[in-house]
């Protein structure tokens, strides 16, 4: 599969005897429409394609919205603090992520395509399965020459240390999965593109600009016969060949694209609610949230355990200066004796060697003072550490990081 690219706007054009759908299968380009098409039971597959769109209510920032989008203005950022861009913990699947849990529980989702690499899709709990995460995700790193796996905790101590991560096996550069312009698609983005969208019976896309190929194409894939939903805040995907024809401007009139200008939590709680699902949906999302918060009083709870744990060890690396010394002491004797052996020795190796011996107090003072101090440092290097909510993130993630279907 193809790198990701901006998409080169061009005027649609219909190729003439290509085969058109005859048939509406919408009444009209209304949410009333599509959730109509549903109730009827006539969809059965449903894919869901979302972009950024559908993480701003959790607060993170889509790319292209003029004024507080990513890409017009870093600064403006909302973020707590630099690294919370790491901390998963911080951001919350919105309503919208729960509609596809959602889906899955009705039976009704094929698979939902997401630009994301927040992984706010795998905190609802979908099943991984279903999930296919277009342009890579945080969940895993890996060396770009040789292609090996590398724990992602490792990565992000080192990026927060501003030192690049490498490879132990080749000494390649190391970085996470997600997917820079100019780089592959996850091949499982390809692999199961090819097949889902020929299925697909109702496409539903949520918040993106489809800006971006090959993943704005994918609107392109389904049969003729398919209807597509939009619910954006702004319209897109219309300069796209093949793409959404809400109001029927080209040769044909609109039978089956739908449209909801608005938020993605309105599109999907109306949705739900005309296809008599609000309140579960509502329920989902409710107990997804007290699930996170229960999670996050648990690691809190753990971290002022190990918290507390560490500090006793401080304090024993500070006491262990006297043990510490009780052991140079021990070492020192053993070594003085050894270096009186040393001077009764009579090879001029021997003499060299007693030669060094006669140092061996000032440099084991020297070594083990230096040492001591490391300790220390590391020691309380790793109590700061443990105090940024930073840690609390990795740890979410690692468990994330046990559902991901890429991981083996
Ligand atoms: P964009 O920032 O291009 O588009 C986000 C879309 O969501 C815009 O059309 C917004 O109007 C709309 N939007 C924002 N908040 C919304 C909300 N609460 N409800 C409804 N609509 C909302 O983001 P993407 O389309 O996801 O790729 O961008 C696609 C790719 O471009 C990203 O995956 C990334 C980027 O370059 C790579 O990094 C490879």
Redesign the pocket.
């Known amino acids: 599969m193809s790198a990701?690219r901006?998409s080169v706007k061009s005027r649609p054009t219909r190729i003439q005897g290509e085969a058109e759908p005859r048939v509406p299968v919408l009444k009209d380009a209304s949410l009333e429409s599509v959730a109509d098409f549903i109730n009827q039971g006539k969809a059965k597959n449903i894919i869901v394609m979302?972009?950024?769109?559908?993480s701003?209510?959790a607060g993170i920032k889509?790319?292209?919205?003029p004024g507080t989008?990513?890409?017009d203005d870093l600064k403006r950022f909302n973020l707590p603090y630099p690294q919370a861009v790491f901390d998963i913990s911080f951001f919350k699947p919105?309503l919208?992520h729960y509609f596809l849990p959602l889906l899955a529980k009705k039976g009704l989702l094929l698979r939902s395509y997401t630009?994301?690499?927040d992984m706010l899709e795998r905190l609802t709990g979908l099943d991984p399965d279903l999930l296919v995460e277009?342009?890579g995700s945080f969940a895993t790193s890996k060396c770009i020459k040789c292609d090996t796996m590398v724990d992602s905790d490792i990565v992000k101590k080192h990026i927060l240390k501003s030192e690049i991560p490498h490879c132990k096996k080749c000494g390649g550069l190391v970085k996470p999965t997600?997917?820079?312009?100019g780089?592959e698609l996850p091949p499982r983005f390809g692999t199961l593109a090819m097949v889902d969208f020929k299925k697909c019976d109702l496409l539903i896309v949520?918040?993106?600009?489809?800006?971006?190929e090959p993943?704005?194409r994918l609107i392109t894939r389904v049969p003729e016969s398919c209807p597509r939903l939009l619910?954006?805040?702004?319209r897109?995907g219309e300069d796209i060949y093949g793409g959404f024809d809400f109001n029927g401007k080209w040769k044909y009139p609109n039978v089956r694209d739908a449209l909801f200008l608005?938020?993605?939590?309105?599109?999907t709680r109306k949705l739900a609610k005309l296809c008599g699902w609000e309140d579960e949906l509502q329920a989902m999302y409710e107990a997804g949230n007290i699930k996170m918060q229960e999670a996050e009083e648990l690691e809190a709870l753990t971290l002022a355990k190990e918290q507390e744990e560490e500090e006793k060890a401080g304090t024993n690396v500070k006491g262990g200066s006297k043990d510490t010394k009780d052991t140079k002491d021990t070492k020192d004797t053993k070594d003085t004796k050894g270096a009186k052996d040393a001077k009764n020795a009579k090879s001029a190796k021997d003499v060299k060697d007693t030669k060094d011996s006669d140092d061996l107090d000032s440099l084991t003072e020297r070594f083990q003072a230096t040492n001591l101090s490391s300790t220390t440092e590391k020691a309380d290097a790793k109590k700061d550490s443990k105090e940024t909510p930073y840690k609390v993130a990795s740890k979410t993630e690692s468990k994330i990081k046990n559902s991901d279907p890429s991981v083996k």
Do not use: K, M, W
């Open positions: 990701p901006a979302s972009g950024a769109g559908i701003t209510a889509d790319f292209r919205t989008g990513l890409y919105t919208t630009q994301n690499i277009s342009h997600i997917t820079f312009f780089e949520l918040g993106t600009s489809l800006q971006v993943f704005n619910i954006n805040r702004e897109a608005g938020s993605c939590d309105e599109g």
